[in-house]
């Protein structure tokens, strides 16, 4: 019952706009002694989509952008987790990640 509860307040709850963190207060990466700047946030804290065949969806990029866009540069590679990924940024510097589903034989 109070997650039923929970969740209709979550839904029926305005977003509130938010400031965004100062930098003192923004997290910090493992390993990084200072903290994230804008860019290794949109690094860190990413999606990533699933696509059939990551060779189909880099001539889809390629076809859909223009050669001086930094996207239509970006190669695929073998990711940690031993998939194909395409990693593309948007214009504010957050990663979308292109993953095939399975791992590379």
Known sequence: MRAKIAL???LTTP???Q???APSER???EGQSSPSNRRQLGIDHHIALL???IQEALERVRARTSPDDPNHRANPQ???NNRWQLNLYDP???RVELMEPWTVR
């Open 92 to 94: 504010d510097g957050t």
């Open 51 to 53: 696509v059939p065949d």
């Open 78 to 80: 073998i990711g940690r």
């Open 27 to 29: 997290p910090r990466v």
């Open 8 to 10: 209709a307040l979550l």
């Open 15 to 17: 977003l509130l706009a």
């Open 19 to 21: 400031q965004p963190p």
